[in-house]
C-alpha cells in the first residue's frame, strides 16, 4: 500500500459467518462503514424459519451488529440498499422493517426485486453505507 492509498479495515463479527464465502462483512474505508449485504442467516449461518418478516427482521439485525463491531450503530446509517424476491408481496414488510429498524432522517434506499439470492431459500438482503465515527 503507498503512502496515499487509503486505508481499508475489515470490519467482523465472531463467529464471522461470512468468512468461509471470502467476504467481508464489512470494511471501514474513506470515512464509511461498507456493510455487505446480509441475509435472514443466524450466526451458524442457518437461514432462520418463518418467512420473510423472520428473515428481515434477522437481516436488519445482523446489519446492527455488523455495524457494532466497527464501532457504529443503525443510526449511522446514511444509505441501505434492500434486496427483495417478491416485491409486490413484501413491499409492505419492507416498509414495516424500515420503521422498526430505521429512523428519521430515514437513510437513503435503494430498493430492488432479484430473480434470487446467494442461497434459494433467502428472500430478503440487506447493505448499508454508515458514517465511520
Not at 58 to 84: M, S, T, Y
Amino acid at each position: 500500500m503507498s503512502a496515499t492509498a487509503p486505508a481499508v479495515r475489515k470490519v467482523a463479527t465472531d463467529p464471522d459467518w461470512y468468512a468461509p464465502y471470502r467476504i467481508s462483512q464489512a470494511v471501514r474505508a474513506g470515512g464509511f462503514v461498507h456493510v455487505s449485504g446480509q441475509a435472514g442467516i443466524d450466526e451458524q449461518g442457518r437461514t432462520v424459519p418463518g418467512g420473510f418478516l423472520e428473515q428481515g427482521r434477522q437481516a436488519f439485525a445482523n446489519v446492527r451488529r455488523v455495524l457494532a463491531a466497527a464501532g457504529a450503530d443503525l443510526g449511522d446509517v446514511v444509505k441501505v440498499g434492500i434486496f427483495v424476491r417478491d416485491m409486490r408481496a413484501d413491499l409492505d414488510d419492507v416498509i414495516r422493517l424500515r420503521e422498526e429498524f430505521l429512523s428519521e432522517p430515514y437513510p437513503a434506499d435503494t430498493l430492488l426485486e432479484v430473480s434470487s439470492l446467494a442461497r434459494p431459500e433467502w428472500l430478503i438482503e440487506v447493505e448499508a453505507l454508515a458514517v465511520d465515527r
